[in-house]
């Protein structure tokens, strides 16, 4: 059966969804909405859909639609992706999954509630070196994992517009960028539950209302300890925008460069294990990534299956963000 499949949002990760949507097989792009009809009509005719609206609610009236991509700005996430839930639309929503954890635990809801699938786009999860090293983690070449340290940070630059708007966006670079450094070593990790934060959160760099500083600690279930750092126009970062590096009991791993360095106590060397990448990448996030995003997402739908990272995932992200924020706030660890 072919899926239609809709777009809510017409800016840049929506072009990039719609693209990833035409390389998967048996899925018609069917409808857009944004409320700025001159960007929907310019949408509709790069893809070739027919059915514009101003609102999510005309499309779901409208009826005709198996899928929703809500690709807005993140105060529209929860009530977009709750209404299409609601109507037994699956959705794919952008990161942040919401504004904060109620309205996350909203959406999840929702989806149970109706049986409509709920999908994060978490994408690095689909990133060949993130599962090259994924693989090596569970191929037991890193031995337990008991550190990680990473990053998502733009080094003088930072985006504009509603980004930088609470209201709109609700955090700054740690919504932006920090939650895709949470999500890949939570992902590293398999998933475990957070039991501490403590972190700092600060606008450094520039007068907006959202933060463009954090750095976190979260304690995880299990007994592993991430870092993780988010920034907006900080002077320098350790390497490419977002990076993680992974300290076993056996092996270090590290992204982008990609690579494993094994230590032989013995012998006092170190084996570098190279997959072969190129030490830079050509793009930071190729299409390829959002077409295995897609390709996951659509294959959930059709098989049933539940999708990783889902609604349960964005989640914990989010309670992991406003524990940050709590933390920054008060000063003391949260414990979750
Ligand atoms: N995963 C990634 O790699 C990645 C990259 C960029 C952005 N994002 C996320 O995607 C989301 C969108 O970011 P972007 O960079 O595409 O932003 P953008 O500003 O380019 O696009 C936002 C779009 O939403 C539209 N919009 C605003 N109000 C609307 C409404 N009421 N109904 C329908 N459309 C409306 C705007 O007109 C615009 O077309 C954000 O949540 C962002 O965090 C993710």
Redesign the pocket.
Known sequence: MTLKIAF???????R?HARAAQSVDGVDLVAV????SP?MADYAAQFDISRQYA??QELLRAGDVDVLIV????Y??AP?AIAALEARVHVMV???MSLNTREAERMLRASKQSGAKLMV???WRFDEEVNWIKQQIDDGKLGKILRTKGYGVHVNWG?G???VEARYAGGGAL??MGV?AIDVARYFLGDPQPLSVYARISTDYTNYDVDDSGALWINWAGGATSIVESGWWWPHADGPEASTQLYGSKAFAQLFPTRLEVPDRVAETVKTIDPGFPPVREEQ?PQIM?DRQMAHFIGCIREDLRPNPGGAEGLVNMQIIDAAFESSRSGQVIYL
């Open positions: 809510s949002g017409t800016g840049h990760i929506s990039v909405v944004n409320h700025q960007s609102t999510v690709s807005t700005p993140n529209l996430h977009q952008e990161k942040p786009a978490h994408c985006p517009g509603w980004f919504a932006d895709h996030c959002y």
